[in-house]
């Protein structure tokens, strides 16, 4: 019977540890993963321009031009924002414009049809900037009219925005006759006809800041302080800088007695009213005068002078000085 090599155990693991090391695979270092930045936590104003507001709401016309304008912060150029223009709670129009120097950025778009348009503006997460919108404003599209004894917000911005425009006017909120004249004198300025209710046409121009009165002689004056008249319009304007300051509705000489055309200078003025019922009297040559006077209709009906409702005529008389010059044209 033959004899079997035995090895002590020891010995067999040592011999068999050089295969083994052979047989596992070789492994590489590990690189260790850097993680991505996180994208900068943003924000965002917003401002709406244009129409004619109140404290609470911005009010435009059919298809005028809304600007909404802000600033983003931090200011990274180039971030694209999107704004939406949201009606009955799904966006009926969608903007998109790039962030541009110092963060500012800037959307213009034209409304639609009257009623409440939401405006909001939005940026999708970036590798630089985060998600972020900002807080909403709504503006109303409005296609509003108005006549004599009409109240409430459509009349009061209605006023406002004569005014700005230079057609003197009350800001009372009720459309009264001095409310009607300023319509009626907006209206002849601007070729819309002679008549003191405000149209959805008045109302489009207006809330546009549109229909102020152009001077023939800006520069006339001292600062550009000066009158004009014009016949065809019938129309009186009191002009300081070179923009119209305020805008009267006026009669002057019917055909018999006609006002004298050319440029002359006030030369004397009479407080309080005279024996002809002339009310606050500004004389520029002769007896032709500005003045109030209780009937001046829509067309040419004077002795010569330039009528004036009276309740406009002592802010005018108070407003010329002797020595302005007044420019009467056709």
């Known amino acids: 019977m033959s004899k079997r090599l035995l090895l002590p155990v020891p010995l067999v693991l040592l011999a068999l540890a050089p295969a083994a090391a052979q047989a596992q695979p070789a492994t590489s270092p590990t690189t260790p993963v850097t993680p991505k930045p996180e994208s900068a936590k943003g924000k965002a104003s917003l401002s709406v321009d244009g129409g004619l507001a109140t404290r609470k709401t911005h009010y435009f016309a059919p298809s005028q031009e809304v600007v909404v304008r802000g600033a983003v912060k931090p200011h990274i150029r180039g971030e694209v924002l999107t704004l939406y223009a949201i009606r009955r709670g799904k966006a009926s129009k969608q903007v998109r414009r790039s962030v541009g120097r110092r963060g500012r950025y800037e959307f213009r778009f034209k409304v639609g049809n009257p009623g409440a348009v939401r405006l909001v503006v939005k940026h999708r997460r970036s590798d630089r900037l985060g998600a972020f919108r900002t807080r ?85 004056g001292d600062h550009g302080k000066h009158v004009e008249f014009d016949w065809s319009r019938q129309v009186l304007v009191l002009a300081d800088h070179g923009k119209p300051y305020r805008v009267y509705h006026v009669s002057s000489g019917k055909a018999s007695t006609p006002t004298v055309f050319g440029s002359f200078h006030f030369y004397s003025k009479q407080p309080g009213t005279n024996s002809h019922g002339m009310v606050y009297s500004s004389y520029f040559i002769g007896g032709y005068a500005v003045h109030g006077y209780a009937s001046v209709p829509n067309y040419a009906a004077s002795h010569g002078c330039l009528r004036v409702p009276i309740p406009n005529a002592l802010s005018i008389y108070n407003w010329i000085d002797l020595g302005d010059p007044i420019y009467t044209y056709r």
């Open 136 to 220: 909403s404003e709504t503006v109303q599209v409005v296609n509003w009219q108005a006549g004599g004894g009409a109240r409430g917000v459509k009349v009061l911005l209605l006023q406002r925005g004569l005014l700005k425009l230079g057609f003197a006017t009350p800001v009372t909120g009720y459309f009264d006759g001095l409310t009607a004249n300023a319509v009626n004198v907006f209206r002849k300025t601007n070729g819309m006809g002679r008549d003191g209710y405000a149209t959805t046409s008045v109302y489009a121009m207006v809330l546009r800041g549109q229909g102020a009165f152009k001077l023939r002689y800006p520069n006339s």
